[in-house]
């Protein structure tokens, strides 16, 4: 069946430019996550989705992070007015519910380098 | 605030050695452990889990980990690795009211054939 999708798998971009990044997560799953993998670093929790609830947006490093849900489905990550820093793999993951018992499912990821 | 060391960055063992992964956590309360792979080019998976019970978790591919609370541990053991084990280990941990996993810094394991 279908897993999460993530789009692009790669992006480079030059430092000040936007950038949006694009996750599909699992149909019917409710609760989405983003985090970002840098190298040594492991994940880094940026910010989560629960169906209608205010998204938990404690994990965004700083003001040019957003993200958007709509209609419960797709989620756009916006990185705007890049840095060097930013560069990284940015992970999305689903789950069927965000409670203890449903497993987060992760997408492949996208490599953002910010030249 | 949660957090989660794991002291092991890179291990190197050959096939039919045995495996240990160190991982602790910081954290007050009550925790749900996890522990995740990901297999070169391959995406995130879950290889098991603790919530409550008994703590000795056995998880896919003959993986286990044992929570001890004392300890504020859940490290991860194999017996004897394969090739195939050849992955990087995250560690995570989500207390009671937080709902989002916080991992490790990963271990990577390179198992020599």
């Known amino acids: 069946g279908a897993g999460v999708s993530q789009s692009p798998s790669n992006k480079v971009t030059e430092k000040g430019k936007d950038v949006e990044l694009r996750c599909d997560p699992i149909s019917g799953h409710t609760a989405l996550y983003w985090y970002r993998q840098s190298l040594g670093q492991g994940l880094e929790f940026l910010i989560y989705f629960q169906g209608n609830s205010a998204p938990d947006k404690s994990g965004l490093p700083s003001d040019r992070f957003s993200a958007e849900r709509t209609g419960g489905s797709v989620s756009t990550l916006t990185i705007q007015r890049t840095q060097q820093e930013d560069s990284a793999v940015y992970l999305c993951a689903s789950s069927l519910d965000g409670g203890p018992n449903s497993p987060l499912h992760f997408g492949n990821g996208t490599r953002l380098t910010v030249t | 605030a949660q957090s989660v060391s794991q002291h092991n960055h890179h291990v190197i063992l050959s096939e039919a050695a045995s495996l240990e992964l160190g991982c602790n956590y910081s954290?007050?309360?009550?925790?749900?452990l996890f522990w995740y792979v990901q297999y070169p080019g391959q995406h995130l998976q879950l290889l098991l889990k603790y919530f409550s019970g008994d703590p000795l978790v056995k998880g896919i591919k003959g993986f286990e980990a044992e929570f001890i609370k004392s300890k504020f541990s859940f490290n991860l053991r194999k017996p004897s690795v394969q090739w195939s084990d050849t992955a990087e280990y995250f560690c995570a941990v989500r207390g009671t009211g937080r709902r989002a996993l916080t991992f490790g810094s990963g271990t990577r394991l390179q198992v020599q054939p």
């Open positions: 954290y007050g309360g009550t925790v749900n």
